[in-house]
C-alpha cells in the first residue's frame, strides 16, 4: 500500500497548530484573572508647597499656597483642604510643615502614595487693600450733592479716623445715621465699611459744610419800630449756617414790616426780627362797635395803645369818656368787651 507524502504532513500539522492556540487563549484567561484580584492602583498626587504666598480670603486653602499635581475630583478635593484662618489684611503669618502635613493626613479618602514636597515653615500674606481719605471725602461729597439737591455748597474741612488695610473686594459704605449735619453746618458720622456685603470696621467722619443763599442784609443800621421798605436791605449769597435760621430771603416779606429790634448795617434779617404793623396804632380814631341782643351801636373812640388783630387794646369813648377794653377786628376797627 502506498501513502501520499502531501496528504500525510498535512495531517500531522493540523492538530499541533490547534493544540498550539488553545494554549495561547489559557494564558491569556490566567493573566486576566491573574490581574482582577490585584487592589486597584492611584494615579500619583503630588504636592509641592511654596515657602512664600499670597492669599486673598479669610482662609486658607491647600491650594492657595501649593501646587497640586492630581487627576479630576481628586484634586479639587485636594485644593480645598482647609489649614486655618488667614492673617488680617495685609499681614504675614507662619504655617509649620508638620501642620500641613497631618491637615493632608487627615483626609482618609486619600489614597497613601501622595509625595509631600514643603519647607519647615510656610508663610502667608492676606492680600488687602487701601481706602484713600480722598475716596471718602466723594463719597460723602455725593450724598451732600442729593441732601442739599440744587443749593451751592462746599465742604469746606474734612477729617477721617480709623482708616486701616482692608481684604480685597467691592467697597461699600453705610451711614449709622442720616441726620450728620447739625443746623450750624457740622458734619459728624459714623461710616461703616463694608467689603463683598460684609460689614469689616466702622470709621469716624467730621467736617463743616457751607451753603450758600442769597439772603437780605441790612443796607444801614436799623432801629427797633422803624417801618422796614424794600431799601432798607440788600441782597447777597452768603453762608446761611453761620447767620442762623429763618433767613429773609425776598424783599417782600420785610416792605411795611416793624423791625422788632436793632440791626447793624449788613446783619441778616431773619424772621423773628420782624413782625406785622399793627392794625390800630395809639392815638388812631377807630370805629368802636358795641353789641347787645337786638342792637349794634357804632361810635368813634381814641386808641390808648399799640392792637394787633385779636388781641385786646383800651379804648376810650369819644361820646362818654369812658375806657372800654376791645377786641381789634380789623384796621381802625374795635369791638367792645361786654
Known sequence: MGFSTGNTRESIRRPVFFALGIFIVLQGLHSWAFAADKPMVFDTIQIIVNETSRVKGPRVRLQDISDIHARGMLKEAVEKIDLGFSPKPGRLKSIDKKKILSSVRAQRYLPENIEIICPEQVYVKRMSQKIDKNEIRQWIDQDLSQRFDDREYELVSFSVQGLESYPMGRKEYQFDSNDYVDTRGRVSVFLDVIIDGNKEDR?????????????????????????????????????????????????????????KSNLKRDEALTARLVSEPPLVKKGDIIRLVSRNQTLVIVTAGISKEDGFENTIIRVENLSSGKLVRGVVKGKSRVEVIQ
Do not use: M, P
Not at 204 to 233: C, H, M, P, Q, T
Not at 238 to 252: P, S, T, V, Y
Open 203 to 259: 470709621i469716624k467722619v467730621n467736617g463743616e459744610v457751607a451753603v450758600y443763599e442769597k439772603v437780605l442784609l441790612a443796607s444801614r443800621s436799623l432801629a427797633r419800630g422803624e417801618i422796614l421798605s424794600k431799601d432798607s436791605a440788600y441782597q447777597e449769597k452768603k453762608n446761611i449756617f453761620e447767620l442762623g435760621g429763618n433767613l429773609i430771603r425776598k424783599f417782600d416779606a420785610i416792605d411795611g414790616k416793624i423791625l
